[in-house]
Nanobody
Framework: QLQASGGGLVQPGGSLRLSCVASGFNLDYYAVGWFRQGPEKEREGVACISSVGGTTIYVDSVKGRLTLSRNSDENTVYLQMNSLKPEDAAVYSC????????????????WGRGTQVTVSS
């Protein structure tokens, strides 16, 4: 099972930390991608952390504001989101794939339920 959590309502400029928790398997063996889908928008890959070496990639619109990290003891990948903007509002989901990261959602094998992020004053 894969579960994203940590979403909520935050003002512009605020921060949130999203969690992607795995149960029943070791998350360290997989690349973990975060995707978001806003109202009337296509799903967009925003960040990914690889399985080996922990290499991270980010879409240009979030570089410098979002940071991925792993906690192996907690079998969790975190997405720290700072300086949030209204355009960041979306349902954020995490997904796993074998091998290296990809921004193509069809490459991912398993998805968790998303969490809503709302950025509004």
């Amino acid at each position: 099972q894969l579960q994203a959590s940590g979403g909520g309502l935050v003002q512009p400029g605020g921060s949130l930390r999203l969690s992607c928790v795995a149960s029943g398997f070791n998350l360290d063996y997989y690349a973990v991608g975060w995707f978001r889908q806003g109202p009337e928008k296509e799903r967009e890959g925003v960040a990914c952390i690889s399985s080996v070496g922990g290499t991270t990639i980010y879409v240009d619109s979030v570089k410098g504001r979002l940071t991925l990290s792993r906690n192996s003891d907690e079998n969790t990948v975190y997405l720290q989101m700072n300086s949030l903007k209204p355009e960041d509002a979306a349902v954020y989901s995490c997904a796993i794939m074998s091998g290296s990261c990809s921004r193509i959602s069809e490459m991912y094998d398993f998805w968790g339920r998303g969490t809503q992020v709302t950025v509004s004053s």
